[in-house]
T-cell receptor, first 111, second 116 residues
Framework: SQQGEEDPQALSIQEGENATMNCSYK?????LQWYRQNSGRGLVHLIL?????REKHSGRLRVTLDTSKKSSSLLITASRAADTASYFC???????????FGSGTQLTVLP | GAGVSQSPSNKVTEKGKDVELRCDPI?????LYWYRQRLGQGLEFLIY????????KSGLPSDRFSAERTGESVSTLTIQRTQQEDSAVYLC??????????????FGPGTRLTVL
């Protein structure tokens, strides 16, 4: 079964608005990562947050992690049409060596 | 190289034929992963190589799937007697583990496999 599940499955917003995507997981983790995918091809790593961190920023991205609720959120501020893509969270369970990906959120930013 | 490369980018084959997909990881990355992604879905882990350790094959869906890796370089994923349900994008990723905490994975562009 999927370790990470994103919510919502699809999100459509206007350019300039903020986009928030959520991820829930089931087991304890070493770290949680967010990836972006354009056009169903290779994924691009966006940001990694370790289990002992609560918040992390990278440019227009802000990630939070709540290990007590086993959830994370990705906030993209001042969205642009070029942000249109699928966004996946991926968890590294404590004892595992490979990431487990969720099913993704399809974000559409309308110009 | 500059990034993870995969070949071919697209492969169309007939049901029952064997296919071989190739992945060239980033130089120096000891960890290599194969994933499968069906249309509109998330990534499904297939197999993981780490240095000279025995690969983790726990994600391979059937014995028709196998993979090899030469040292810490090229890997090939082989699918024998392909079925239509094997149609998907096959993604390869590599990473450079730091101790027991694994860093981000760097993905190749994928191979889109279509089984007719």
């Amino acid at each position: 079964s999927q370790q990470g599940e994103e919510d919502p499955q699809a999100l459509s917003i206007q350019e300039g608005e903020n986009a928030t995507m959520n991820c829930s997981y089931k087991t304890s983790i070493n770290n949680l990562q967010w990836y972006r995918q354009n056009s169903g091809r290779g994924l691009v790593h966006l940001i990694l947050i370790r289990s002992n961190e609560r918040e992390k920023h990278s440019g227009r991205l802000r990630v939070t992690l709540d290990t007590s609720k086993k959830s994370s959120s990705l906030l993209i501020t001042a969205s642009r049409a070029a942000d249109t893509a699928s966004y996946f969270c991926a968890t590294l369970p404590g004892s595992a060596r490979q990431l487990t990906f969720g099913s993704g959120t399809q974000l559409t930013v309308l110009p | 190289g500059a990034g993870v490369s995969q070949s071919p980018s697209n492969k169309v084959t007939e049901k029952g034929k064997d296919v071989e997909l190739r992945c060239d990881p980033i130089s120096g990355h000891t960890a290599l992963y194969w994933y499968r992604q069906r249309l509109g879905q998330g990534l499904e882990f297939l197999i993981y190589f780490q240095g000279n350790s025995a690969p983790d094959k726990s994600g391979l869906p059937s014995d028709r799937f196998s993979a090899e890796r030469t040292g810490e370089s090229v890997s090939t994923l082989t699918i024998q007697r392909t079925q239509q349900e094997d149609s998907a994008v096959y993604l390869c990723a590599s990473s450079s583990p730091t101790g027991i905490t694994y860093n981000e994975q760097f993905f190749g562009p994928g191979t889109r496999l279509t089984v007719l």
